[in-house]
């Protein structure tokens, strides 16, 4: 019998070891899996490359791995915001790598990953900084940059529902990077609010189906709607 | 001087988009062109952390924190609405599906070239979100600004100074002192605020600029 759940996130992030790749969803506090992230700072390993949207909000999730200097290397599309002080702090004291890509770049080319594409040619970026150095192609008149996919050695993300099948649906814009950060990890960890029997979840609506996932853990505070902003 | 104030900008450029459009409103001022878009006009307002049918801010005490803008402020979702995830939210933009998309801006070139992400100064923390996706990826892209910066400095400008976030991809500027179209042609003077001249209007930029239905002024 295939059973993907955990009895809790120590077990779901256990084989995480130092100097891991670790995608993360969420964007800002929406389908942050903070639970997950404490545990991979209970674990103590560092020297990691987090792949997310920002550089962490005030004190949870991303900025608290951060905080305890965990991470080596970020790639994400927008580190600079009100609260990010822990990012600032480690940015301007050198302690942290910044690979910046452009929102759709980020998606795209994590999606490529998971969908076993050697790169993806995008007409976002082009002639910015942000292609300098990069091969340009002009296709039908258009021009595009050529960029790598993203892939991970874990994903860690947030869904509302799961079954021990690892199939999952998400809740409002929670989703953001889930289902494709799921396809381009090796192995994808989700929290959700509760494991539900084989079935129950409506084959029509399942977001991401159980081939993607490989460990599910219910985290029951994940449902909770008034986390801070 | 005779200046339109924010709302009045919002409301202008909301005057522009017709039913049915669909239309993303960057962070900021941007946001404000939500208030002003006529009720009777069907409008598909998007947000590129995955929701299409945006609708206005909750009352105090009703925000969901899982059902936030592109801001990360709290918005509720009209009937008719939807989720999906950031691949296909970013497809939208890129496959030419968003009609509109409305930017704030440092700096836009009078060929329609787009500075807004990075001032590029010594010690400024890089941060790009959704800007180059979004600006070269809707079919239309409006910039709403004021003309001149604090120091008087005109930002409708002959050459971007600022670092950029995409070549030639703004087709309209809203401004405090008038509405321009920009593109290949150069700049084009659409309407200015009450009392202000064309010959003014190219003192205070320095840039060469054609009146709509008139001949150029240098």
Not at chain 1, 53 to 67: F, Q
Request: net charge negative; aromatic share 6%; with cysteine.
């Amino acid at each position: 019998m295939i059973d993907k759940s955990m009895r809790d996130a120590a077990a779901a992030v256990a084989e995480i070891q130092d100097g891991a790749s670790v995608m993360i969803g969420g964007f800002g506090t929406a389908g942050m899996p903070d639970q997950l992230i404490d545990a991979l700072i209970d674990r103590g390993v560092g020297d990691l490359t987090i792949i997310n949207n920002n550089a962490g909000n005030g004190e949870a999730g991303v900025a608290a791995l951060i905080r305890e200097e965990r991470v080596r290397k970020i790639i994400c599309s927008f580190p600079r915001q009100s609260d990010s002080h822990h990012f600032d702090a480690a940015w301007r004291a050198g302690k942290i790598e910044l690979e910046l890509v452009p929102q759709g770049n980020l998606a795209a080319r994590i999606q490529a990953a998971g969908a076993g594409l050697g790169a993806i040619f995008t007409p976002t970026g082009y002639g910015t900084e942000l292609a300098q150095g990069k091969e340009v192609r002009e296709i039908d008149g258009k021009h595009y940059v050529l960029e790598y996919p993203i892939r991970a050695d874990f994903a860690l993300i947030k869904a509302q529902q799961g079954d021990r099948w690892g199939n999952l649906v998400y809740r409002k814009t929670a989703r953001n990077f889930g289902p494709i950060m799921a396809m381009a990890a090796a192995t994808t960890i989700a929290q959700v609010g509760n494991i539900v029997e084989l079935g129950s979840i409506d084959p029509e609506v399942v977001v991401t189906p159980g081939i993607f996932v490989q460990r599910v853990v219910e985290i029951a505070s994940a449902n909770t709607h008034a986390l801070a902003a | 001087m005779n200046r339109m104030t924010r709302d009045q900008m919002a409301a202008r450029v909301a005057q522009d988009i017709p039913e049915g459009a669909y239309v993303n409103l960057g962070i900021g001022l941007p946001t404000k062109v939500a208030n002003y878009l006529p009720q009777e006009r069907d409008i598909f307002l998007q947000s590129e952390n995955g929701l299409l049918g945006m609708g206005p801010a909750p009352a105090a005490g009703d925000e969901d924190w899982e059902l936030i803008n592109a801001g990360k402020q709290a918005v509720t979702l009209l009937a008719g609405g939807s989720f999906f995830h950031h691949a296909d939210s970013f497809a939208m933009m890129r496959g030419g599906h968003l009609d509109i998309c409305v930017l704030g801006a440092f700096q836009v070139s009078v060929h329609g070239d787009l500075a807004n992400w990075h001032t590029g100064e010594p010690g400024a923390i890089p941060a790009v979100g959704g800007a180059m996706d979004l600006a070269i990826g809707a079919k239309q892209t409006f910039v709403m600004m004021d003309l001149l910066t604090k120091q008087g400095t005109s930002k409708l400008v002959d050459v971007c100074t600022y670092p950029l976030t995409g070549l030639g991809c703004v087709s309209r500027v809203y401004s405090d002192l008038a509405v321009f179209d920009v593109g290949p042609g150069g700049a084009t003077v659409i309407e200015m605020v009450e009392g202000l001249t064309i010959e003014e209007l190219c003192r205070l930029t320095g840039v060469r600029l054609a009146h709509a239905g008139e001949t150029e002024a240098a």
